[in-house]
């Protein structure tokens, strides 16, 4: 099973970006999806996780300003971020919980700078 990561880079303050991630290979019953991030000297902390359902639930930090989703058809689940913060930058995993298994993506750098 692998998790593919994209959409991190470079953005200013008050942009947008949209993260994505894709699993692929022998994964069944996919259970929560989330996104999780990190940086230097900190623990990894949760920033949004959607279940199979479809019910959500947000870092308060990041409440209202991104959004997770997720298309079953294709394993994958997205993080829209907007009104991005210089607090915001790190590096963001992508995390699936599967019935047997836990799963981590690669992680993509998110930086916002001016």
């Known amino acids: 099973v692998q998790l593919q990561a994209s959409g991190g880079g470079l953005v200013q303050p008050g942009g947008s970006l949209r993260l994505s991630c894709a699993a692929s290979?022998?994964?069944?019953?996919?259970?929560?999806m989330g996104w999780y991030r990190q940086v230097p000297g900190k623990q990894r902390e949760l920033v949004a996780r959607?279940?199979?359902?479809?019910?959500?639930n947000y870092a308060d930090s990041v409440m209202g300003r991104f959004t997770i989703s997720r298309d079953n058809a294709k394993n994958t689940v997205y993080l829209q971020m907007n009104s991005l913060k210089l607090e915001d930058t790190a590096v963001y995993y992508c995390?699936?919980?599967?019935?047997?298994?836990?799963?981590w993506g690669q992680g993509t750098q998110v930086t916002v700078s001016s």
């Open positions: 290979g022998s994964i069944f019953s996919i259970n929560d």
């Open positions: 959607i279940t199979s359902g479809g019910s959500t």
């Open positions: 995390k699936v919980r599967a019935v047997a298994a836990v799963y």
